[in-house]
């Protein structure tokens, strides 16, 4: 005797097989997120390249503050003779990111001759195409990504697929780190914004409105 299985089962378990497929993809991305924001690479490299955050007529936010002091203890251990600072600026800013960052680095003891500042981008992603291409005009092509943790991976990630050989060494001081339920937003957000990276190729700096560079 044949059991026929009614269509409404079917459909209810192709159902909940999404379900449980897009969550555990959402679980594993979330924690990919957490593991890499905990790790902190630091091999000899040829550039630390610092990504850009808000900075007010040249004074880096805090945030920003907090990356460029990271990048500089990076130097000063050996990881790189230069660092590269990058990002764009908003309509009417007298600085670029990349300026304010750099500027930070020499009037913190960091030689001029020793920062390079890519002033272009907008988004992770374009400040990091700009990036890659000032540094494989060097004939260069490692470099270790200072961020904020929770966004190591997605840069990391973005950073390997313009072509530079990316390790991620992030900063665990500044606002972001600060409290337990700013980490929870920031990972949630992350995992988001990774996501729509990865299946579409274009940048998410604003999926969850953080802000976050």
Known sequence: MTSHVPAASWIRRAVLGVVLVALLVLG??????????RADDRPQVDAIV????AQYNGVPSKIFEARLSHAKD????????????????REGDAYTEAEAGANWLVENGV???STIAVGE???????????????HARGWSTAVIVSDPWHSLRAGTMAEDVGLEAFTSPTH????VQTRETQARYIFRETGALLYYRLSKNPADNIGGTGLR
């Open 28 to 37: 594993g991305t979330a924690f990919r997120v957490w593991y890499v924001a």
């Open 50 to 53: 610092v990504l850009g955050a």
């Open 173 to 176: 001081t500044g606002p972001i």
């Open 74 to 89: 990076l130097y000063d251990e050996g990881v790189a003779g230069h660092i590269v600072t990058s990002g764009g600026n």
């Open 121 to 135: 981008g907008s988004d992770t992603l374009r400040s990091l195409q700009a990036v890659a291409d000032a540094i």
């Open 111 to 113: 030689p001029s001759a």
